[in-house]
């Protein structure tokens, strides 16, 4: 298949931000993709090659994509860097000066969606002293037979600047559209999606056997499950107005969520946002097998670090030391662990995700046998308020962060946040207090003490109708001292010339980063404001929704991407339940 093909339905797209036209397009394109590349085309949408937990990362420096630029147009790296510097866009610049060069060249070939996947998935494969060589020639090869316009769609996916504004599910829109020939089936999409995390594999299967094929998806062992996620609610009372007259009261821990999967012998980890994090548990994979009653497994647990001569739960951070390149062993037994498991959605062939949470919990018991690194997460059933604060004091005495409450006879709803599920934390119960996981999009030079590092960092949410990052404060307190020393090291790496298109601020930083590093934020209240971004026009016409008194919790989330900050959505479900809160206020105050 042409690869122009694919790059003018990018072309279209990129003019439009409305998501009937953008389904529509992608339906054209969709209908002309062969069956056999039509998940590799589904990849190269979402600017990756494979889906995110693979980890295959193309991994090239703009320094060498520049490098092929120039060779393959016969300029001078600095006319390449100018034209990069002026339009922010290095696409763009590689079109440019192609075009320069095509007005006195013919073109000699015609370049396929295979070679130009199969060229960057080689590149992708490159390891070692001499790659940066071997990927700038792979780069130049695929430039000079492409037109200056594919050219330009090549180096945003190689650089990872590919942005279209399209979300996961205006894909599947475009496929239930494109081979069941309805939208209602957008649904039976999105299932097969949350219980197997790779939009190619669901893309390949119905564009192959249609609707039929998409009902049949099986959740298997080392495609990982999207996680079901919690509400938080604020009390006792308002969980039982929401969960009824019996749930399960589970200790929530303050660790890092881990998704197991087991084949016999082999053991793969994923985290929250389902990256492949086997290789800093080592421990795990070492020690799990002998404490489970089944060989084909997918089950998940909370790691939490210990105090092995205690037995203590201790905080999230201690987790932290593990990430790490080097050293991991270590690591491991500088910072023993227990894992916690709390649910399990595949045994032995078969997938459990439809089992109520009573009959899986049953099925978990059965499972794990139990000792001093493998523990089943400590449940009560609980029908009173009462009994719910008795589970709690308990569970903050150990060192817990508050509960997971869990409806008895509902199923696992992969990728879904919902009543099923609610979370209630102690720190929930005053103020705003709730915390929130934001994203660090820029900041601003520190003064006095603060000279040389950064004096405050401006920090947004995630909509993810527009897959944008909207500005929704800006937070300078909270720090340490060491704290703005990690910040100003970790961020170098992250500076960018002009902001990320995908950046939504009313505020000019000092500096603009790559929206990547996502941190926990505490705040007092939220208010309309006329600065920042966040549920711009929703709750009042030119109005966005910014945090009152936010304040750095010393929380790094390194485990969140960040599509897993807090969402435009959850603001505003914050900000409306404050609203009711006041109102309750004053109604008992008349
Ligand atoms: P999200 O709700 O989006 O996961 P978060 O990680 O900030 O965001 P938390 O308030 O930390 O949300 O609550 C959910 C997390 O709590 C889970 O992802 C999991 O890591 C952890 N957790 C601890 N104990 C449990 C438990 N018993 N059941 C489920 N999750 C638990």
Redesign the pocket.
């Known amino acids: 298949m042409k690869f122009s093909l694919v790059a003018g339905t990018l072309k279209i797209m990129e003019s439009t931000t409305k998501r009937l036209e953008l389904t529509s397009h992608l339906v054209d394109l969709f209908k002309k993709t062969p069956s056999e590349i039509i998940a590799n085309v589904v990849y190269l949408l979402q600017g990756k090659l494979r889906p995110d937990h693979e980890g295959v990362e193309l991994g090239v420096a703009e320094k060498i994509a520049i490098r092929a630029i120039s060779k393959s147009a016969g300029v001078p790296v600095k006319k390449i860097e100018h034209e990069y510097h002026e339009g922010g866009d290095l696409g763009q610049a590689a079109s440019k000066v192609l075009e320069e060069k095509t007005q006195t060249t013919f073109l000699t070939q015609t370049i396929t969606v295979e070679r130009v996947y199969d060229t960057l998935y080689k590149i992708a494969e490159l390891k070692g002293a001499r790659s940066q060589d071997m990927k700038m020639k792979y780069i130049s090869s695929l430039l000079n037979d492409a037109s200056p316009s594919e050219a330009g769609f090549i180096l945003k996916i190689i650089t990872g600047s590919l942005r279209l504004g399209i979300a996961d599910y205006t894909i599947m829109d475009a496929l239930a559209i494109a081979f069941t020939g309805s939208k209602e089936n957008r649904e039976a999409l999105e299932k097969a999606y949350n219980v197997s995390s790779d939009l190619g594999k669901v893309a390949a299967a119905v564009a192959k056997d249609g609707i039929n094929a998409i009902k049949n998806f099986k959740v298997s062992v080392f495609s990982p499950v999207r ?1 079901m ?2 509400e ?1 609610v604020k009390s006792a009372e308002e969980a039982r107005e929401k969960m009824g007259s019996e749930f399960a009261a ?8 881990v998704q197991l999967h087991i084949l016999g012998e082999k053991i793969v980890l994923y985290s ?1 946002s389902l990256e492949n994090i086997t290789n800093y548990y080592p421990d795990i994979v070492e020690k799990i097998s002998k404490s489970l009653n089944a060989k084909q497994l997918i089950l ?1 647990a ?1 790691a939490v670090a210990v105090n092995e001569d205690t037995g203590e739960f201790l905080a999230f951070q201690e987790l932290m030391h593990r990430r790490r390149k080097y050293g991991i062993h270590k690591a491991v037994s500088q910072y023993p662990i227990t894992v ?1 498991f ?2 399990v959605m595949y045994v032995d062939g078969k997938s459990c995700l439809d089992l109520a949470y009573k009959e899986r919990r049953k099925l978990l018991e059965n499972i794990i046998r139990e000792d001093s690194f493998a523990k089943l ?1 400590p449940m009560t059933i609980v029908k009173t308020n009462n009994e719910v604060e008795d589970v709690l004091e308990n569970a903050i005495n150990t060192g817990c ?1 508050g509960l ?1 409450l ?1 409806q008895l006879d509902l199923p696992y709803r992969a990728g879904a ?1 919902g009543s099923n ?1 609610l ?1 209630l ?1 102690r720190e929930y119960r005053n103020e705003l207090g709730d ?1 929130l ?1 934001l994203v660090v999009i820029g900041a601003f030079f520190g003064r006095g003490r603060r000279t040389g590092r950064y004096g405050a960092l401006l920090l947004a949410t995630y909509d993810d109708q527009t897959d944008t990052f909207p500005s929704i404060c800006k937070v300078g307190t909270g720090f340490t001292d060491e704290n703005l020393d990690q910040f100003y090291q970790i961020l170098s790496d992250k500076i960018t010339l002009k902001k990320n298109p995908r950046i939504n601020s009313g505020l000019e930083a000092d500096v603009w980063f790559e929206p990547e590093l996502v941190i926990e934020i505490l705040a007092s209240e939220i208010t309309l404001s006329p600065i920042h971004k966040t549920a711009i026009d929703v709750i009042r016409k030119g109005s966005g929704l910014a945090l009152r008194f936010p304040k750095f919790t010393g929380r790094i ?1 390194f485990e ?1 991407t960040p599509e ?1 900050a807090t969402t435009d959505q959850e603001i505003i479900s914050l900000y409306n339940g404050q609203k009711r809160v006041v109102q309750d206020e004053r109604q008992n105050y008349i």
């Open positions: 996680p996620l919690a938080r589970e200790y929530k821990l303050d660790g890092e969520r929250r998940e909370e916690n709390f649910d997460m962060e997971m869990k946040r599920w979370k934390k915390s996981d989330r969140k897993n």
